[in-house]
């Protein structure tokens, strides 16, 4: 299979110019690959390269949603009701509610349920360019769930229009039945439930909830140094609702992100940019808690920290379903801007996974595409409840064809 995209504004998410932006661009896709990008003027086509007009319209990467919870059953919008009556997040988690609440409803959701739900949502974000999303298990607390919650995810990756990255999140809140056993509940995971993910090969990394309402630093450096033991990369919910240094802990591991960090300090910032250790923002999850403390983005700017953009979807603070939404309140709430947002649902959400083969458009990465109807990358992020998405390539393969 080989063509090139022809007619077209690219943005490369390089350096030198914003965006990495080429005018009047061509793409060549050699199989799954970019085999060649740069001006139209500068390509010679091949006698077997077939020629994709795009009618000026614009090239981006293929968009990563880098966060999600998206296994799940039920909802909690009853909760966002009483947050808007000025309950908080923490008052509901220690009544039962959060995310233990939606653990009993995951408890008794079938395979083929949670595949479905799941896969409804999934194709919600994958109408808006979406061509990798990572998905965390952390609803189901004891071993039968969270290994079917991964199995969902599993099953997801196998269609050919989308890469599923699974992360096991065992540590994401104490179950009812742990309520007053910290320390029994993070030996399950350890001897237990960590072996027997790792063992059927169910998880491309490790997650915890460092918080006050969840697990410390030092319960979740005990977990992550086993996950270490099995060569499994690890990312961190951190600073959330609080500083309890879980990104300083994290980083020190080589953890490959950090998640949240309303709270982050100075300490936290130091240690994520002498790692590598990637900022995920999710604005989301900010603006449906009505939180008022924001990251520190001046701060992760100064130090060099990569910051990627997720929509952070799970059903009790972030039940968003668009990318293109969460890059627009990464701007206006968290005063990123334009550029950055895009980078940050692209390039640097790749590096947050860990994957290298993708985020950019530039030779020898996946030809991991999206056309966009507009003519700047900036109105990516610009406006709400307009999808401008008009074609997806997959691996090289437009995305209607592998639906088909």
């Given at each position: 299979m080989r063509y090139y995209l022809t007619n077209c504004r690219v943005a490369t998410m390089g350096t030198g110019t914003p965006y990495g932006l080429i005018d009047d661009a061509a793409v060549a896709v050699r199989d799954e690959h970019i085999a060649w990008v740069g001006p139209a003027a500068d390509r010679n086509p091949q006698p077997d390269e077939r020629p994709v007009d795009l009618h000026t319209r614009l090239v981006t990467p293929g968009?990563?949603?880098?966060?999600?919870?998206?296994v799940y059953a039920g909802n909690r919008a009853d909760e966002w009701a009483l947050r808007l009556k000025g309950a908080s997040y923490e008052e509901i988690a220690r009544r039962g509610g959060g995310i233990v609440s939606t653990v009993g409803a995951t408890r008794q959701a079938d395979h083929e349920q949670l595949l479905a739900t799941t896969r409804a949502r999934l194709e919600l974000l994958l109408a808006e360019g979406v061509t990798t999303v990572e998905v965390k298990s952390g609803?189901?607390?004891?071993?039968?769930?969270?290994?079917?919650?991964?199995?969902?995810?599993?099953?997801?990756?196998?269609?050919?229009?989308v890469d599923v990255v699974a992360t096991f999140l065992g540590a994401h809140a104490l179950p009812p039945e742990y309520k007053d056993r910290r320390?029994?509940?993070?030996?399950?995971?350890?001897?237990?439930?960590?072996?027997?993910?790792?063992?059927?090969?169910?998880?491309?990394a490790v997650d915890a909830y460092c918080e006050g309402v969840a697990f410390t630093a030092d319960e979740v450096r005990t977990l992550f140094e086993s996950a270490?033991?099995?060569?499994?990369p690890l990312r961190l919910h951190a600073e959330q609702l609080s500083n309890c240094g879980g990104a300083a802990m994290a980083a020190s591991m080589g953890a490959l992100s950090c998640d949240h960090l309303e709270y982050l300090d100075d300490a936290g910032v130091s240690a994520m940019s002498a790692a590598g250790t990637v900022a995920v923002l999710v604005p989301g999850a900010w603006y449906y808690l009505r939180e008022t403390r924001k990251?520190?983005?001046?701060?992760?700017?100064?130090?060099?920290?990569?910051?990627?953009?997720?929509?952070?979807?799970?059903?009790?603070?972030?039940?968003?379903l668009s990318i293109l939404a969460a890059m627009n309140m990464a701007c206006v709430l968290f005063e990123l801007n334009p550029e950055e947002a895009l980078r940050g649902a692209t390039l640097h959400a790749a590096r947050a996974l860990g994957l290298d083969d993708r985020g950019a458009v530039e030779p020898g990465?996946?030809?991991?595409?999206?056309?966009w109807d507009v003519q700047s990358p900036a109105e990516l992020s610009y406006s709400l409840g307009h999808n401008p998405c008009r074609q997806v390539f997959k691996r090289g393969i437009p995305r209607s064809a592998l639906t088909a």
């Open positions: 968009l990563i949603d880098c966060h999600t919870h998206l609803y189901g607390l004891d071993l039968e769930t969270e290994l079917r919650m991964l199995r969902v995810a599993r099953e997801l990756g196998e269609a050919p229009d320390e029994a509940y993070v030996r399950l995971l350890i001897d237990t439930v960590l072996p027997a993910v790792a063992a059927e090969g169910l998880a491309d270490q033991t099995r060569q499994l990251p520190p983005v001046d701060a992760l700017r100064a130090g060099d920290v990569p910051m990627a953009v997720s929509t952070d979807h799970n059903p009790g603070t972030s039940p968003v990465k996946l030809a991991d595409l999206a056309v």
